[in-house]
């Protein structure tokens, strides 16, 4: 969850700049090449060798490494207040950038820096200085960077861990010319179309001058596919606007899905242009300088900047594509790959923790059908929906049950079960009134209707929790625990169409249980019955192994007090993954977040994350 397991702010790294002069002691040669052969995304920036070492060191002087055009946008649109054009323009007063979190200055990642380029344009001469970030990953030759297809192309240098203090023949780790660019032959710049789901690219470097390659200096990073859309990532960049000492930002943050597009996004303030290309780390070293990346900024229009959703930073899912252009990259190939792109089947997208923070009411069962579990969520609206189980711990769509309204607004609890006995799943509910309803087969029936087992004024309006189980009676899910507001705890065994079954008192009313927030049931031991698990109030959360009319059972402690589980807002157990066992716990959190925690036990299994947090 990520409350609890948020990655720390990491420290800057302890790396110093190894003493050179100071910039203004250094008399850069002046004077600019007065042509030079233009780069494309896919050939060689220098075909005929003129462009070497010394032309970099004469072109680069210190003002011209200062000034900055972001590929991403027109140069004749570039806002010279801002130090020629940023990306994405922050908007402080929005309240939903309030909460995001912030990119933090740091001295910098010896594996991650910056590619200072200049083009020869057909009807302008401009440059893209700062233009990109790039990071050096694993490559048989030690020579390749990772960027942004926007920003391939031209004659360019990257600059590990670029010091903005020191001109480009005093940057600590040396610069590297770029030889040849990489990216996929269908790629369309800054566009807004799925196309942009291409948005990735490789440079091959040229040795430095002391013959050292790139790798073998800063050490590389690790490409990875894309695990999920939902990742915790640390993003990396050098922005060159709204970046007075002109260093490094890392930012570490929560992926989610861009919808319609092969590609994750994530919220996060101070990603200014010039972080294009840029790595997101899903682990890092910062004492080496290198770790795993999953991603790069990059994607719908360039990354960024759709005027709208200014506080939104894109990237390509690293899948197939990536990868095969990467293989190309390794091997110094250039193949092309048609005219059309064929966008992959696009994962389902449960939506945002802005949304997810409205879930009151959970419950589990397999109300479609095909014995994959699915998942039943009461909102505060009062709307009703399901979410369809894929079988592997995700979901494959939603289906309006109810519409908001008052009705179900009026639930107190609810719970999963096969009290009815037909083919699917039911729901046994209980309104605030005393109202006890159970509502057979709902994935084929709906949500009306269904069958009365008490009528409004009755006890039941003090069920405040309920849990559905298989506690030792049947071989159905047909037994409920009650959880009374004065603190006794009930078992209902054979629960049916007919009634309550028969009751056994568990306990008697008592101040400890009147603390029990929140109660579910699941089979986590594998045993004859079926566990309960209780989350207290103050945070500590309790499996009762082997409940049944006897007894709650054995007490092991899965959480102490005063754990981040205080902030578990709702939670349902059922069997979601392919192992067919009822033993997944579903959480949802209070900043929306929601969990499974797949093959729980006597501890809490794997976390997956299928909501992000708001």
């Not at 050490?219 to 990532?233: D, E, F, H, Q």
């Not at 107190?412 to 046994?428: E, P, V």
């Not at 031991?525 to 959360?541: A, C, F, H, M, Q």
């Not at 006897?550 to 899965?558: A, I, N, R, S």
Request: charged share 20%; glycine share 14%.
């Amino acid at each position: 969850m990520s409350l609890a397991q948020a990655q720390p702010q990491a420290q800057p790294q302890d790396v110093t700049p190894s003493p050179t002069p100071h910039p203004s002691s250094v008399t850069a040669p002046s004077g600019e090449p007065s042509s030079g052969p233009t780069g494309t995304a896919t050939g060689d920036a220098d075909a005929d060798g003129a462009w070497s070492d010394a032309d970099a060191l004469r072109f680069w002087t210190p003002e011209r490494m200062d000034s900055a055009t972001d590929p991403a946008l027109p140069a004749q649109k570039a806002n010279p207040s801002a130090k020629s054009g940023q990306r994405r323009a922050d908007s402080p007063g929005s309240a939903a950038a309030a909460d995001m979190p912030t990119a933090e200055h740091f001295l910098g990642l010896k594996s991650v820096g910056t590619i200072f380029t200049y083009t020869t344009d057909p009807t302008t001469d401009r440059m893209h200085a700062h233009k990109c970030s790039a990071s050096v990953v694993e490559s048989p030759g030690h020579n390749l960077i990772l960027t942004a297809g926007h920003c391939a192309g031209g004659m360019a240098v990257f600059v590990p861990m670029y010091a903005a203090e020191y001109t480009l023949d005093k940057q600590p780790f040396g610069f590297y010319r770029i030889s040849t660019w990489f990216t996929d032959n269908r790629y369309v710049h800054n566009t807004k179309k799925p196309i942009s789901d291409l948005d990735f690219a490789f440079g091959r470097l040229e040795a430095s001058g002391s013959g050292k390659q790139a790798q073998d200096v800063v050490g590389a990073n690790k490409l990875l596919r894309t695990p999920a859309y939902l990742n915790k990532v640390t993003m990396v960049g050098y922005p060159s606007s709204h970046n007075p000492e002109d260093h490094g930002v890392r930012c570490p943050t929560q992926t989610e899905a861009l919808p319609g597009f092969y590609q994750i996004q994530a919220k996060c303030r101070g990603m200014w242009g010039g972080v294009s290309g840029g790595p997101w780390f899903s682990r890092v070293d910062w004492a080496k300088g290198t770790g795993d990346i999953i991603g790069n900024v990059g994607g719908y229009n360039g990354g960024g900047n759709d005027e709208n959703v200014d506080w939104l930073t894109y990237s390509p899912v690293h899948g197939d594509w990536f990868f095969r252009l990467y293989d190309e990259a390794k091997n110094n190939e250039h193949l092309t790959h048609g005219t059309t792109y064929d966008q992959p089947p696009l994962p389902y997208s449960m939506g945002g923790g802005e949304t997810w923070s409205h879930a009151r009411l959970l419950a589990s069962g397999e109300y479609t059908g095909d014995g994959k579990g699915d998942l039943i969520v009461v909102w505060t609206d009062g709307e009703v929906t399901l979410y369809t189980g894929d079988g592997n711990g995700g979901f494959t769509g939603e289906r309006r049950l109810a519409a908001p309204g008052a009705t179900w607004k009026g639930v107190k609890s609810l719970t999963g079960g096969d009290f009815s006995g037909g083919n699917g799943s039911d729901l046994l509910v209980v309104f605030d009134s005393g109202e006890v309803r159970i509502l057979p087969d709902v994935g084929t029936k709906g949500v009306s209707g269904g069958i009365k087992l008490a009528d409004a004024g009755s006890v039941w309006s003090h069920a405040d929790q309920i849990t559905a189980g298989n506690f030792g009676t049947a071989n159905n899910v047909t037994d409920l625990l009650v959880r009374w507001s004065d603190g006794e705890v009930s078992d209902y065994t054979a629960v049916g169409d007919r009634g309550f079954g028969t009751e056994h008192q568990l306990l008697k009313a008592n101040d400890t249980w009147k603390h029990a927030t929140l109660v579910t049931a699941g089979d986590f031991t594998g045993g004859k019955n079926w566990e309960t698990l209780v989350r207290w109030s103050d945070g500590e959360v309790s499996q009762f192994q082997e409940t049944g009319p006897g007894g709650l059972g054995k007490e092991v402690k899965m959480a102490p007090a005063d754990s981040i589980w205080s902030h578990d807002a709702v939670m349902t157990a059922g069997s979601y993954d392919s192992n067919g066992w009822p033993d997944d716990l579903v959480v949802r959190w209070s900043d929306g977040e929601t969990s499974m925690y797949a093959h729980t036990g006597a501890t809490f299994g794997a976390e997956r994350m299928l909501v992000a947090p708001k």
